[in-house]
């Protein structure tokens, strides 16, 4: 019976997610212009691997300014952007899996130098994360290894409370929150990754343009 109930249950996720992926037209998020503007000022770079292969998903987040998309009622297309992230990253499982590389997770990657209440915590600006986290865990269950974030101000407690509380326990242990001191998230990264492999925005050695 529970093995009967666990088949429909997948069968159901699966037409769920089916759905989900058609009414979002994931399917053609790389030929669309729809995130042109977001690609521009917050740009996502999805060009490393950590020491075990893991893609790795880079963003210098700081610099959003979520409240201005927020205000241009641009919200859901922000989190869609957002969300193409994660499935950049899941596609790069998916051809690493196919060459006979046994890897199933990725890496996220944030910079939170800049946040700030006004721009990144209002309440117009909450829904990002709540969206994030919720839709990730709807689809992408799993798939995340680390989520990383370096120069974390204590006022994005406001959003961990937040977001906290929608997380499956591996996401929560995956989640990993670092202040401005370098001497704790330095060492952790150069242990997980290669400098090679990041950008200058988490002290590695791939030069970025500035975040802002």
Known sequence: MAQGFSARKAEQ???????????????????????????KDYPIFIDGSDRENRPIVESYFGDWNVRSIALQGKMKQLILYSLRGIE???TKLRERQAQGNNVTQWILLLNMDGFN???????????????????YEKYWPGTIFRSLLINT???????LNLIRPIMSPPTRAAFK????NKAEWKPYLDN???????SDWF??????????
Do not use: H
């Not at 209440?117 to 839709?135: E, M």
């Not at 929150?177 to 401005?180: A, D, E, I, K, L």
């Not at 997980?192 to 990041?198: K, Q, R, S, T």
């Not at 590695?204 to 343009?209: H, I, L, N, S």
């Open 13 to 39: 996720m699966i037409r769920e997610a089916l759905k989900w992926r058609s009414e979002n037209k994931i399917d053609t998020w790389e030929d669309s212009k729809v995130f042109s503007e977001f690609e």
């Open 88 to 90: 950049r990253a899941t």
């Open 117 to 135: 209440v006004i721009n990144q915590a209002c309440p117009a600006c909450l829904p990002l994360y709540l969206g994030y986290v919720s839709q």
């Open 153 to 159: 101000p204590d006022s994005f407690e406001i959003v």
């Open 177 to 180: 929150v670092f202040s401005s």
């Open 192 to 198: 997980l990754i290669d400098p090679a492999e990041i």
């Open 203 to 212: 002290d590695g050695k791939k030069e970025r343009k500035p975040a802002s």
